[in-house]
């Protein structure tokens, strides 16, 4: 059986894309008619953005677990659901079923009730890639509660954050995770974030690693034991909570250009049916396919295109416990062959550093299952993008380059595997529903090209399905942050490029976000990080181009304190950066400074820091409004 849905031509392209447009409630209302609903719509959508409120399927009720899991039982039963591949490649893989998932969704949705767990309730998942991560996922979804994952790598006090700023009650998580030769003592690294926490009430633990913990009696249980109890009670099925259509589903906490995190609220249908639509078209998934998304489930792109967009498809998603590098750079490949896989998505810091390794770790690989490549996450750049054509793809894989973020849920501009044409760095054109303008500093249409190119920031001009809806606890920062810097435009960040056939190319962020790695990382929070060490008086961090993470973290502080050498405090920013954020903010390049250049009104010039960083210390433009030119010089001469 196929999907009706599927576009399979450019002409059908052209047709939905038209429709989408010209009459987006009876495009969407069609779409909708394809999945299971409790009770249908009264209305498929209404809008603003200037408050901003944003409803799709609206009256609507459901539960997307039912999208997901019963709807498949009569004729995917045996199909696996998903397939698990651990990070030890002598360890045995897992298959779970549709059956075997139901049945685990179930069973553990009766455990987080059964530990008071209700509607509505946020419950923070700080797990590895392990099947009992989707488990704990869609088990949240089953009972309404709102989950909020947190990527492996976030440290003690990233998590206190959220938990205090999600008012999470509850916490699923694992004594340790395995990520190449490293164990990660997750639950310890909660144990830290739950010091003085008063609004916790349970921590429920699975076994992955036998890392020696503490369980606190009256607040920790072990998952296994309590999936026993209900299992003695003899609960086997859970019912599905009915869900307004505009009930949060999710929860996921993400870096803005200021400030702390913001938790980015998906809603359950206009979530459910968005990743659906673009996971079926964009990499034209077919019944059986086993898809290989390499992201962490602690990002957007594994909520979407692990477990929901597959999930809800009735597909076959693999899951990947550990890293591309262990315990060779040949890992993914082996995987490739191990599960004849069909469809690779990653990202193009993963490609360019499997890149690095040469053709060696590709020898004696098969590879001939991959159909379709994707990636995300950042640009990808030209000599990448070709290396995974030729290497990977063996030049007969369409790749799609997929462009979207943690706020719009899914897929937003992309190709669509050999359906639409692919063009090396551009993610091309708008999926159906979706209406990308680009806009200059004042908010007016860009209408004039630049060498043969329109150029300005990216803004889309009405909601998608998945549109995020707010961001918790805090409306007026979602308005602030996306709605408001031009009237009535949703703001991406991302500055792009437009052809005349109207494909896009993303140029990356313009505003104060980094893309390290493909994490989304504040220059902000990062300097707030650095400045929380003592002796440190002052930072600016930015960003500067990296060859294998694409950006890298470049910090410049100003230190006063006497203690140890250069080299000592370096290693000292870096262990405070580590404790507030996590490893993966850590600066790649820390320059000791006298001062900072910056306006008379006390504003750092960036761009010159930037330019500094970049190395391109000619060219640094006006510099005359600067409180102190000299302090440019120093810099510019000055050691990392
Ligand atoms: C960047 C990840 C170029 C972009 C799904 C965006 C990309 C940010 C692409 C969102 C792409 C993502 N080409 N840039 N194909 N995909 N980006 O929230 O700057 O982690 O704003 O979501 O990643 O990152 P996020």
């Known amino acids: 059986m196929s999907y009706p849905y599927q576009i399979k031509s450019l002409e059908q392209y052209k047709e939905a894309y038209k429709q989408s447009v010209d009459n987006p409630d009876l495009f969407w209302g069609n779409i909708g008619g394809y999945f299971q609903w409790k009770r249908r719509w009264e209305k498929v959508l209404e809008w603003n953005f200037t408050e901003p409120k944003i409803e799709w399927y609206k009256g609507a009720k459901l539960n997307i677990t039912e999208n997901c899991l019963d709807r498949h039982l009569k004729t995917l039963a045996n199909t696996p659901a998903i397939i698990w591949e651990p990070n030890d490649p002598e360890e045995h893989h897992r298959v779970i079923t549709y059956k075997d998932l139901y049945t685990k969704v ?152 200021t400030g702390k995190p913001k938790g980015v609220v998906h809603a359950c249908a206009g979530y459910m049916v968005y990743t659906n639509y673009t996971f079926v078209n964009v990499f034209q998934y077919q019944r059986g396919d086993i898809h290989f998304c390499t992201a962490d489930i602690g990002w957007i792109t594994g909520h979407s295109y692990i477990v929901y967009g597959p999930l809800s498809a009735g597909g076959t998603s693999l899951m990947f416990e550990g890293i591309p590098t262990w315990p060779d750079a040949g890992r993914f490949w082996d995987i490739i062959d191990k599960f004849k896989v069909n469809i690779l998505y990653t990202a193009p810091t993963a490609i360019r550093s499997l890149m690095g390794f040469g053709l060696g770790p590709l020898q004696g690989k098969n590879l001939s299952s991959l159909k379709i490549l994707g990636t995300v996450g950042e640009p990808i750049n030209e000599e990448a993008w070709h290396w995974y054509d030729e290497h990977i793809g063996k030049k007969k894989c369409p790749i799609v380059d997929t462009w979207w973020q943690t706020e719009t849920g899914g897929i937003l501009i992309s190709n669509l595997a050999g359906v639409t044409l692919a063009k090396p760095s551009w993610a091309t054109l708008p999926m159906p529903g979706v209406q990308p303008i680009l806009v200059d500093e004042n908010g007016k249409e860009v209408t004039e090209k630049e060498d043969g190119l329109y150029k300005g920031n990216l803004c889309i001009k009405a909601p998608w399905p998945s549109t995020i809806r707010t961001t918790y606890g805090d409306h007026e920062r979602c308005k602030k942050n996306y709605f408001s810097t031009y009237e009535n435009l949703y703001f991406t ?96 390049k820390i320059q000791f400074v006298s001062g900072l250049p910056k306006t008379r009104s006390g504003k750092i010039m960036r761009r010159i820091l930037r330019k500094i960083a970049e190395g391109e210390t000619q060219n640094l433009g006006d510099t005359t409004t600067l409180l102190d030119p000299g302090v440019v010089e120093e810099i510019k001469n000055g050691k990392i």
């Open 493 to 588: 960040g991302d500055g792009a490029l437009k052809d005349e056939e109207g494909n896009y190319r993303i140029t990356g962020r313009v505003d104060d976000v980094l893309n390290v790695s493909g994490h989304r990382i504040g220059t902000a929070e990062v300097e707030n990080a650095i400045n929380m060490h003592a002796g440190v008086v002052e930072s600016a961090v930015v960003g500067y181009p990296h060859d294998i993470k694409g950006q890298g973290i470049y910090a410049y502080v100003i230190f006063q304190g006497s203690h140890g050498d250069e080299a000592m405090r370096r290693k000292d920013i870096l262990q405070t950066v580590t404790r507030i954020i996590g490893a993966i903010a850590k600066p790649d």
């Open 106 to 257: 179930c069973q553990f949705a009766n455990v987080l009730k059964s530990n008071g767990v209700k509607k509505g309730d946020r419950v923070c998942i700080y797990m590895g890639m392990i099947p009992e991560l989707a488990i704990a996922v869609l088990a949240c979804a089953r009972i309404g509660a709102i989950h909020s994952v947190i990527f492996g790598g976030f440290s003690a006090q990233s998590i206190a954050d959220r938990l205090y700023d999600a008012q999470a009650e509850y916490i699923v998580t694992c004594d340790g995770a395995y990520r190449g030769a490293k164990d990660i003592p997750l639950k310890s690294v909660i144990d830290d974030a739950l010091i003085g926490n008063r609004t916790v009430k349970r921590v429920i633990v699975c076994t992955r690693t036998r890392t020696a913990v503490s369980m606190i009696k009256g607040r920790d249980v072990w998952w296994e034991d309590e999936v026993k109890k209900v299992e003695t009670l003899g609960l086997v099925d859970c019912p599905a909570e009915e869900m307004d259509a505009e009930d949060p589903l999710f929860i996921l906490y993400t870096s803005g250009s």
